[in-house]
């Protein structure tokens, strides 16, 4: 019996885009990744559970990055400074 060959999405936590930026963010990678996205004026920086986390760290406070890191490791959780475009790029590379 052959088994099916279909590739499970990684699940991916985006913290810190506009919403805006989160809608680009989604019509790019979903068909890629199981994007989620959590606000960083959240009073809580709980993680849901996924393989990944990306935070935006130019709009995020500094407990945002020690609970990511605490909760996930640092092997699993990706730091970026820069647009939209970047991070499309991080998805693709992490689900490649």
Do not use: Y
């Amino acid at each position: 019996m052959e088994r099916s060959k279909v590739k499970v999405k990684k699940k991916i936590c985006v913290v810190g885009l506009k919403v805006n930026q989160s809608q680009a963010l989604e019509s790019e990678c979903s068909g890629i990744a199981d994007l989620q996205f959590l606000d960083s004026r959240r009073s809580t920086d709980d993680l849901p559970t996924c393989d990944h986390v990306i935070l935006m760290i130019r709009f995020l406070k500094k407990r945002w990055t020690k609970g990511a890191f605490r909760t996930m490791g640092h092997e699993r959780v990706h730091l970026h400074s820069g647009g939209v475009t970047g991070v499309v790029r991080r998805i693709e590379a992490l689900c490649a």
